[in-house]
């Protein structure tokens, strides 16, 4: 069995900054990809960053810039750090993971419960 714990997340002013974080944990065996996503109220959910093991990450051009993903391999975790929040960037933030665990020969998704990032003055 695999669990993805999200943390961080809140209410910040604008240009304020935050940090969120997923680990995971359970019988995993190897961790392909990891990333955060995003959904604000009345809009589908959006691809935020994205990270491979060995290949530089890939951004939401609305981010570049001002985020910036990282992962821990030892930790099993990946972490977000946000700076110069906007607006915009108000919505509820999910973590992902693809990984294989001892239960399977496949790589699946896993999503963190998500964490509701508000930004306002």
């Known amino acids: 069995q695999v669990q993805l714990v999200q943390s961080g997340g809140g209410l910040v002013q604008p240009g304020g900054s935050l940090r969120l974080s997923c680990a995971a944990s359970g019988s995993i065996l190897s961790i392909r990809a990891m990333g955060w996503y995003r959904q604000a109220p009345g809009k589908q959910r959006e691809l935020v960053a994205r990270?491979?093991?060995?290949?530089?990450?890939t951004y939401a051009d609305s981010v570049k810039g001002r985020f910036t993903i990282s992962r821990d391999n030892a930790k099993n975790t990946v972490y977000l750090q946000m700076n110069s929040l906007i607006l915009e960037d108000t919505a509820v933030y999910y973590c992902?993971?693809?990984?294989?665990?001892?239960?399977?020969?496949?790589?699946?998704?896993?999503w963190g419960q998500g964490t509701q990032v508000t930004v306002s003055s």
């Open positions: 990270i491979f093991s060995g290949i530089s990450p």
């Open positions: 992902l993971i693809e990984l294989r665990n001892s239960d399977s020969v496949w790589y699946r998704d896993y």
